[in-house]
């Protein structure tokens, strides 16, 4: 089992910026991949942003060149830097891990963390 613990969240105003953090704990043998997916109200959970254990980093078209993820394997989290935050990214933020299985993937999330841009 993987636990996941989001903090960061919180009220900002457009053009303001944010930190996510996720802690990490539990088995975390072969969890490569560790993302951040957000969910807006009436909208579905979408990929926001995603590293690998080596560093390779993608990122929604929304927020390239605003976000940047990163991670501390040694402290055990991912981290999400959000610059010139617009209204539109409000929504609860969630970290997820992936554990790769023979067909697919175990996904593990956090509680998620509210994120809210005012105009």
């Known amino acids: 089992q993987v636990q996941l613990v989001e903090s960061g969240g919180g009220l900002v105003q457009a053009g303001g910026s944010l930190r996510l953090s996720c802690a990490a704990s539990g088995s975390l043998f072969s969890i490569n991949n560790m993302n951040w997916y957000r969910q807006a109200p009436g909208k579905q959970r979408e990929l926001v942003a995603a590293?690998?254990?080596?560093?390779?980093?993608n990122y929604a078209d929304s927020v390239k060149g605003r976000f940047t993820i990163s991670r501390d394997n040694a402290k055990k989290s991912v981290y999400l830097q959000m610059n010139n935050l617009k209204v539109e990214d409000t929504a609860v933020y969630y970290c997820n891990a992936k554990r790769p299985q023979t067909y697919g993937y175990i996904d593990y999330w956090g509680q998620g963390t509210q994120v809210t841009v005012s105009s």
């Open positions: 590293v690998t254990n080596g560093g390779i980093t």
